[in-house]
C-alpha cells in the first residue's frame, strides 16, 4: 500500500495535533506516511521531500509548522501537489504561524486550516481526494451524515431538559 496523504510535522512535539489528522485519515481508510521535517534545519532532506512526492504516488500534503512556519510554504513551492498548511501554536497564541501560512505570494498557495486544526487539514485533504475516489466519498458523506445526527441529538437532549422553571 503507497500512502496517499503526507503528513509532515516541523516538530515531534507537534504529534498529539497531528494525532487527529492521523486518527481521522485512519478512520477513512486512507493511506498516509507521517515524516518530521524542517525547513530551517533540514533544508536538503526538505527539498528532496517535496520534489520526490509526487513521483512516490502522495496525492495531498499536510504540513504542520509552528513559529516562522516556512515548511508548508517551502514545500509548496517545491511540489505541484496540493499543500494544506496547519499552523501550530507555539508563540503568540499561533497568529505567527497563522500569518506565515496563509500569506504565500502570487503562485505558490498553500491551503490553510486554522491554529491547531488538524482534524480540519485532514477533512480537507480526505475531501480532495473524494473528487476521484467514489468509495472514499461515501465513506465521507456518512461521516457527515453522522454530524448531523449528532447535532440533531443534541437539539433532542435539549429539548428533554425539565430543570427549569421558566424553560419553554
Request: proline share 6%.
Amino acid at each position: 500500500m503507497k500512502p496517499e496523504v503526507s503528513i509532515i510535522m516541523g516538530s515531534t512535539s507537534d504529534l498529539p495535533i497531528l494525532r487527529k489528522a492521523a486518527d481521522f485519515l485512519e478512520q477513512m481508510e486512507v493511506a498516509f506516511e507521517m515524516n518530521a521535517l524542517s525547513a530551517h534545519r533540514t533544508p536538503h532532506e526538505v527539498e528532496a521531500f517535496a520534489t520526490g512526492a509526487a513521483g512516490r504516488g502522495i496525492k495531498v500534503i499536510i504540513a504542520a509548522a509552528g513559529m516562522a512556519a516556512a515548511l508548508p510554504g517551502v514545500i509548496a513551492a517545491l511540489t505541484p501537489l496540493p499543500v494544506i498548511g496547519l499552523p501550530i501554536d507555539s508563540t503568540l497564541q499561533g497568529q505567527d504561524a497563522l500569518l506565515s501560512i496563509v500569506q504565500m505570494p502570487p503562485g505558490i498557495p498553500v491551503a490553510t486550516v486554522g491554529i491547531n486544526a488538524g482534524l480540519n487539514a485532514a477533512i480537507l485533504a480526505v475531501r480532495m481526494l473524494s473528487l476521484s475516489d467514489e468509495k472514499l466519498a461515501a465513506r465521507y458523506a456518512a461521516y457527515c451524515a453522522s454530524l448531523s445526527q449528532k447535532i440533531v441529538k443534541a437539539n433532542a437532549d435539549l429539548a428533554a431538559i425539565s430543570d427549569y422553571k421558566y424553560k419553554v
